[in-house]
Nanobody, 123 residues
Framework: QVQLVESGGGSVQPGGSLTLSCSAS????????VGWFRQAPGSEREGVAL????????YYDDSVKGRFTISEDNAKNMVYLQEKDLKPDDTGTYYC????????????????WGQGTQVTVSS
């Protein structure tokens, strides 16, 4: 059974940095991807970044491009989101999600979600 657990969220000032972690278990897909999503209160969930499990391809939303970096450590079954130069608009609950069926920057088919970790950026 696939389980995803996020960690690393917190409260930071604008311009600060955080690194979020997604720990995966039961993820034995030979193909697929892991994505990071975020949701602010009262807003729709939006995609932030995505990485294919082979590590060959990544995607970023324009709002975070150049500031966030997604990476993976397959030996540790971990996916990370390094967040730099954080802005108040980055505030939200961040979720990781995984699917064995991905196309471009999208997750298709059965998608497994973590419980989320909170990121708050404020002065």
């Amino acid at each position: 059974q696939v389980q995803l657990v996020e960690s690393g969220g917190g409260s930071v000032q604008p311009g600060g940095s955080l690194t979020l972690s997604c720990s995966a278990s039961g993820y034995t897909f030979s193909s697929g991807c892991v994505g990071w999503f975020r949701q602010a209160p009262g807003s729709e969930r939006e995609g932030v970044a995505l990485i294919y499990i082979d590590g060959r391809t990544t995607y970023y939303d324009d709002s975070v491009k150049g500031r966030f970096t997604i990476s993976e450590d397959n030996a540790k079954n971990m996916v990370y989101l390094q967040e730099k130069d954080l802005k108040p608009d980055d505030t939200g609950t961040y979720y990781c999600a995984a699917s064995a069926d991905c196309y471009g920057g999208s997750l298709l088919g059965t998608v497994y979600w973590g419980q989320g970790t909170q990121v708050t950026v404020s002065s």
